[in-house]
């Protein structure tokens, strides 16, 4: 059984950093495509950021320059390095990963997710 589980998140201010994990058990790793994606209140959850097996990245607009999504495949962990932080990057953050090697964007390509981790960015 896939268990992701995140760490990291806070209360913090705008132009804050914050890193959040993601530890992955139960099958091997260094297969799997993960990502990163947020829900705002009201809001539909959206794509954050995603790394390939090989870490072939992928980031929204949103976020490009600001965030950095990376992999640790002998701790079985995935980290997104959120520097510059706004208010809109509120929301619960959630860890997901694919059966793809690569599976970028689109939440249906992912098939294990986490309980997500809150981030609230306020001044």
């Known amino acids: 059984q896939v268990q992701l589980v995140e760490s990291g998140g806070g209360l913090v201010q705008p132009g804050d950093s914050l890193r959040l994990s993601c530890a992955a058990s139960?099958?091997?790793?260094?297969?799997?495509?993960m990502g990163w994606f947020r829900q705002a209140p009201g809001k539909e959850r959206e794509f954050v950021a995603a790394?390939?097996?090989?870490?072939?990245?992928y980031y929204a607009d949103s976020v490009k320059g600001r965030f950095t999504i990376s992999r640790d495949n002998a701790k079985s962990t995935v980290y997104l390095q959120m520097n510059s932080l706004k208010p809109g990057d509120t929301g619960v953050y959630f860890c997901?990963?694919?059966?793809?090697?690569?599976?970028?964007?689109?939440?249906?390509?992912?098939?294990?997710w986490g309980q997500g981790t809150q981030v609230t960015v306020s001044s």
């Open positions: 790394i390939s097996w090989t870490s072939v990245t």
């Open positions: 997901a990963q694919s059966s793809l090697f690569d599976a970028r964007y689109s939440d249906t390509s992912y098939d294990y």
């Open positions: 139960g099958r091997t790793f260094s297969n799997h495509a």
